[in-house]
């Protein structure tokens, strides 16, 4: 994690000189930021999944630039971690039942960021 970042987290700013040492001490006490930050973008992808289609949040997060992509290793789009966790592009079927979404959550947390 970076450390502009993790000083974020806790609210500190450089000019309080603070040690990194001391900040990811601090931080390991808590629950994992990364894990959390990945639960709720699981969440997050679920209740856009579950929305209606005219709603504005389903359509600004779904939305698609229609234009030629460049040469070279492509950047990544917002949903492409749950697909490549799920192995498929079909992500909003799953998230209709809740409960297996819920279940797949966890593993989703878990899971390293490449």
């Known amino acids: 994690m970076q450390n502009s970042m ?3 987290i806790l609210n500190l700013k450089v000019k309080d000189k603070v040690r990194l040492t001391k900040i990811r001490s601090i931080l390991q006490t808590n ?7 990945r ?9 856009v999944a579950r929305m209606g289609e005219n709603r504005w949040a389903k359509i600004l997060t779904e939305w ?7 040469k070279g ?5 917002w949903r492409d971690e749950i697909d490549n966790m799920l192995g498929h592009s079909c992500y909003h079927q ?5 409960c297996e979404w819920l279940r ?3 593993a989703f947390a878990q899971q390293r960021a490449t």
């Open 104 to 106: 797949l959550r966890e």
């Open 6 to 8: 993790q000083r974020s």
């Open 94 to 98: 799953i998230a209709q039942d809740r």
């Open 73 to 77: 290793k492509q950047k990544k789009r």
């Open 31 to 37: 629950i994992d930021s990364l894990q959390a930050i």
């Open 64 to 70: 698609n630039v229609f234009k030629k992509r460049k």
């Open 39 to 47: 639960r709720l973008k699981w969440d997050w992808a679920g209740h």
